[in-house]
């Protein structure tokens, strides 16, 4: 039981590798009028945490996240939990709802969330489940729906397949109605194929932008291929959106790559453009029919403790990790439900 007012969480004072994450005893946050106060039953790691910890690409310092040292001493964004105050502003939750969402502070025993990203957890997910969704399903939903215009029928490539992000993008592609090609390496192909791809091609062998297939609409989630490269594989009036990479460099992170885009967009018959991801309850909103069907399923990887954190954040960082990781925050004497989780090894 929590002592208090205190609470354990992983606590970051400077920017590094995983070796500046400990687990410390803190104050719970306060919560202003628009957030909820969550006792966190599990939370997610995704690279946007690996990002905070490392202070890495340099250009997010100067975009708010504290220029020496992380603003916010406690990383992790993807929550569930249930629901322990709310503000006076808020209207759509109430103590005991169990909930999932993304915070600034998951990697804790109490959470912090604004009431417009967050929403009640699908019954049919596991806590853990429930918070490895928010971040890369829902940046998956706007790579493909909102900058991609997916419609059924559609050749869609998935660069980054095996990913956090890539997971879901390629279970909702499916969902949405197209042909699914998916890329990964070789260690994770058989869970791409698993997930419901139509096509999976293993980049460590064979190069997917030799022109010898042509796609409606590309998801570029890693590899970081020239422009020149990915549009050979476009078809004329196609889509190509940029969402991440991880070899971009320290400074910018590849954002030069996604500007290039935009700007050879205006010139070309094909769209080219970039996804800057939004934070937002109406996401998950839509997701739910997809989650609750049992369309998109979370892929865990591997469920580790908030003590093993550091742990958790080298097996991310070395690019073992198959899907999305968890963390088990509470397990309560409610119990966790037990997870329905498809384990990959
Ligand atoms: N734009 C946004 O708003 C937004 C939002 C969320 C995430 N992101 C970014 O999107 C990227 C992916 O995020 P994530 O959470 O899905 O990361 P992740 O779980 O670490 O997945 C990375 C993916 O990239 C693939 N990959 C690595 N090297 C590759 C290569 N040389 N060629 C092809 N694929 C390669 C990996 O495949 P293998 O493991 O099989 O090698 C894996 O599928 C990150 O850069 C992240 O910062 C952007």
């Given at each position: 039981m929590p002592r208090g007012h205190k609470m354990r969480a992983i606590v970051q004072d400077a920017y590094g590798s995983s070796s500046v994450l400990r687990l410390g005893d803190i104050d719970r946050p306060e919560i202003a009028a628009n957030e909820v106060l969550v006792e966190v039953v599990a939370a997610g790691m995704d690279r946007g945490t690996w990002h905070s910890m490392a202070g890495?690409?340099?250009?997010m310092r100067i975009m708010?996240?504290?220029?020496?040292?992380?603003?916010?001493r406690v990383p992790g964004l993807d929550v569930s939990g249930t629901v322990v105050a709310v503000g006076p502003e808020v209207s759509r939750f109430k103590p005991g709802d169990e909930v999932f969402g993304m915070s600034r502070?998951?990697?804790?025993?109490y959470a912090a969330v604004r009431e417009d990203k967050l929403a009640h957890k699908p019954?049919?997910?596991?806590f853990e489940q429930a918070a490895v969704v928010p971040i890369s399903a829902g940046t998956a939903i706007q790579g493909l729906r909102?900058?991609?215009h997916i419609e059924p029928g559609q050749k869609v490539l998935i660069i980054g397949a095996s990913g956090g992000v890539g997971t879901y993008a390629v279970q909702l592609a499916k969902a949405f109605g197209a042909e699914v090609t998916g890329v990964s390496s070789t260690a994770k192909v058989e869970l791409i194929r698993s997930i419901g791809a139509d096509r999976v091609v293993d980049y460590t062998r064979d190069?997917?932008?030799?022109?010898s297939n042509q796609y409606d609409l590309i998801l570029d989630i890693g590899g970081n291929n020239s422009l020149s490269r990915l549009r050979r594989v476009l078809t004329p009036k196609g889509t190509l959106v940029i969402v991440g990479g991880e070899e971009g460099g320290s400074v910018t992170g590849g954002f030069g790559r996604q500007i290039s885009a935009l700007l050879v967009s205006m010139f070309v018959s094909q769209r080219l453009t970039m996804l800057a991801s939004k934070e937002r309850f109406t996401d998950l909103e839509a997701l739910r029919p997809f989650l609750e069907d049992n369309q998109v399923t979370p892929v865990i990887d591997r469920t580790y403790s908030l003590a093993e954190v550091p742990n958790a954040m080298r097996h991310l960082e070395a690019g073992l990790a198959k899907g999305k990781i968890a963390i088990a925050i509470q397990l309560r004497s409610t119990g966790v439900e037990t997870p329905k989780t498809k384990v990959h090894t």
């Open positions: 890495k690409p340099y250009l708010g996240f504290g220029f020496r040292r992380p603003k916010n502070g998951a990697f804790a025993e019954a049919n997910l596991s909102d900058s991609g190069d997917y932008l030799d022109g």
